[in-house]
């Protein structure tokens, strides 16, 4: 089952307008949040995290917000930027086996 | 090595051959993943070594799909009588420590595997 879940598979915005990218999870015993980002033709690279005992994490233009009651995360970019287009994965953890658990991705494209 | 390394990067073969993929992780990193994103997919896990030992296996997708590790280091990722289906980008990731997940994963190029 599918304990990670990022349900926009697309975002589109305007260069210098603010990107939001949201991830639901159902596993409540989940602690720690991360969001990668994935050029093509390479690995995801890691972003930025969140740990359970926080809200909000910032660091430069990405921001992300963990909302524990309602299982959700999200992660803000401000400003957008062309070459934040990328697909961009939400991680979460740790599962039974102490690893994490990964969305389908969000594929962002900032225009110009 | 300064990164997870990946070999090849790219592999092209025939249906029903066999093929295996090599991941060299981080330098110190106990734990390594393997993890396979097909065309227009998320990424989907495949198996977890911590050590030379895979806690946890579930993701490999059917017995024809192997992996090992030697040394606490180098894996190799096997996949015998190979189907088309199995034609996707096959990720390697390390962490320094596994099962416990504030250790970031840090992944590899990729390995591109075509099977015609």
Redesign the interface.
């Known amino acids: 089952d599918q304990q990670v879940k990022?349900n926009s598979p697309s975002l589109s915005v305007q260069e210098g307008r603010i990107s939001i990218l949201n991830c639901d999870y159902t596993n409540s015993m989940f602690?720690?949040f991360?969001w990668?980002k994935k050029y093509p033709?390479?690995?995801?690279?890691?972003l930025i995290?969140i740990?359970s005992i926080k809200d909000k994490n910032e660091d430069g233009r990405f921001t992300v917000f963990l909302n524990k009651s309602a299982k959700h995360l999200s992660l803000h970019i401000v400003p957008s930027q062309p070459g934040d287009s990328a697909v961009y994965?939400c991680?979460a953890?740790?599962d039974s086996?102490?690893?994490?658990?990964?969305?389908?991705?969000t594929q962002v494209v900032v225009t110009p | 090595g300064a990164g997870v390394s990946q070999s090849p990067s790219n592999k092209v073969t025939e249906k029903g051959k066999d093929v295996e993929l090599r991941c060299d992780p981080i330098s110190g990193h106990t734990a390594l993943y393997w993890y396979r994103q097909s065309l227009g997919q998320g990424l989907e896990f495949l198996i977890y070594f911590q050590g030379n030992s895979a806690p946890d296996k579930s993701g490999l997708p059917s017995d024809r799909f192997s992996a090992e590790r030697t040394g606490g280091s180098v894996s190799t990722l096997t996949i015998q009588r190979t189907q088309q289906e199995d034609s996707a980008v096959y990720l390697c990731a390390s962490s320094r420590e596994g099962g416990l997940v504030s250790n970031t994963q840090y992944f590899g190029p990729g390995t591109r595997l075509t099977v015609l």
Do not use: I
């Not at chain 1, 033709?41 to 890691?46: H, I, K, M, N, Q």
């Not at chain 1, 086996?97 to 991705?105: S, T």
């Open positions: 990022q602690d720690y991360l990668y033709a390479e690995g995801p690279t890691f995290s740990s994965f991680a953890g740790p086996w102490g690893k994490l658990q990964f969305g389908a991705g």
